[in-house]
């Protein structure tokens, strides 16, 4: 019988496109989600994409009763994909207690309820800013974590502690840490996507609404980096390749033998962007020009990271294959699709 997966922040941005991977290897979905930073239309998209309508819960994970419910609601869960939790690293020097109440309590919430619920394995969504500003470039897993630079990177590296303190007590559980590098791009099918809030924060939205003329022009923090060309360098990695990682990931918890309870892995490319680089590649991959200039630094940028994600290729098989180019095409079909 299929597994059941249970994905909180199931209707969320990496959410939604590893809810579609999971349906089309098979998976039944529950997710439960607060959609206070998501549109529960987006379940309309996964349907379009699949021809299944994944199960929802509309309930905020901080609520130990809501989750009760869900649990007598939906019975025979196998594994927990743990997306729910605030992101935006600029609000969290703001406002850390909600950082670390939202995301910290859903943590463990979920850790309560699995071992009562015979829920086997949780995967949790990680991230490469527990290594702060890398000696090396690429950077693998046995890289040390570096003390984080806002509350939310904080709760990503308590997170990650949480769950080994959890399973070392002998708990019954199984658990995979990915470290996701820098997410871009939308479903091919442009019917999912990254919806963002307000002005973005991030590269991407910012550079597809500027191309859209939402925005006047994009600004690049710092040309005046050590890397070739003065910019920053991150590892771009496609949303459908990271959320591929995932399925492969509950696999080997769920049906694997020789698994170790607490497993961790990078998720990249290996190949380091430069912000000019990924504007470029958009350029050319869509032929729509991005007016962009010069600014300052911004606070608490990472100069240059990208993945050594050997330890992923090798172990779980897993390798991402989306070219920059033809992610960037899918990124601007979803923002023409989102309106200019
Ligand atoms: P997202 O905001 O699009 O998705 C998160 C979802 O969780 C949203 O739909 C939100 O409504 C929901 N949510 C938040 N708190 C909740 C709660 N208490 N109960 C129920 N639902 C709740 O973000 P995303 O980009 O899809 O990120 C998913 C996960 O991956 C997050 O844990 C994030 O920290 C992590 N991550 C993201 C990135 C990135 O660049 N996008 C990088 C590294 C790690
Ligand atoms: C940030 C967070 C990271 C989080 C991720 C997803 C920090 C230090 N890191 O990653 O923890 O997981 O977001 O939410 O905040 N840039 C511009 N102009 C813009 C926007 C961005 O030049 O308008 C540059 C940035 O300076 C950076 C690169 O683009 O060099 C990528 O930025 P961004 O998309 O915000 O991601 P990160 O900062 O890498």
């Known amino acids: 019988m299929a597994h059941k997966i249970l994905v909180t922040g199931g209707t969320g941005y990496i959410g939604s496109h590893t809810t579609v991977e999971l ?66 690293v600029g609000e969290s020097v703001q406002r850390p207690l909600l950082y670390y109440r939202n995301n910290l309590v859903t943590l463990i919430n979920l850790l309560e309820e ?43 590296q308590i997170s990650e502690e949480i769950i080994r303190d959890f399973v070392a007590s002998g708990a019954p559980v199984k658990s995979i840490l990915l470290r996701y590098f820098n997410p871009v791009g939308a479903h091919p099918s442009a019917e999912i996507g990254e919806l963002p809030n307000g002005v973005p924060n991030n590269l991407v939205p910012y550079l597809t609404q ?20 003065g910019t920053c360098i991150r590892d771009f990695i496609d949303v459908t390749d990271l959320a591929k990682a995932h399925v492969i990931a509950m696999k080997r918890m769920l049906d694997g033998e020789d698994t170790r309870a607490v497993e961790v892995f990078n998720l990249g490319t290996g190949n380091g962007l430069s912000v000019l680089q990924l504007i470029n590649a958009f350029e050319h991959a869509t032929g729509v020009k991005v007016p962009h200039k010069i600014g300052a630094r911004r606070e ?10 050997k330890k992923a290729n090798e172990v779980l098989g897993w390798k991402a294959e989306m070219d920059i180019e033809d992610t960037m095409r899918n990124a601007w079909r979803w923002q023409c699709k989102l309106g200019k």
């Open 114 to 156: 699995m071992p009562a619920n015979g829920v086997k394995g949780i995967v949790f969504s990680s991230s490469c800013t527990v290594y702060g500003e890398p000696d090396v470039n690429p950077i693998d897993e046995t890289a040390p974590i570096k003390e984080a630079t806002s509350p939310y990177g904080n709760t990503k």
């Open 23 to 88: 349906i089309n290897a098979g998976y039944e979905v529950v997710i439960i989600d607060n959609l206070s930073n998501s549109n529960v239309k987006v379940l309309d998209g996964i349907e379009k994409i699949t021809g299944v309508r994944p199960a929802f819960v509309e309930g905020d994970c901080t609520d130990l009763a809501t989750l009760d419910r869900l649990f007598k609601e939906h019975p025979g869960i196998d594994g927990i994909i743990n997306f729910a939790a605030s992101k935006a």
């Open 300 to 309: 608490g940028d990472i100069e240059k990271i990208w993945a050594d994600p």
């Open 210 to 229: 500027t191309a859209a003329g939402i925005r006047k022009e994009l600004t690049i923090f710092g040309d005046d980096y050590n890397t070739p060309d």
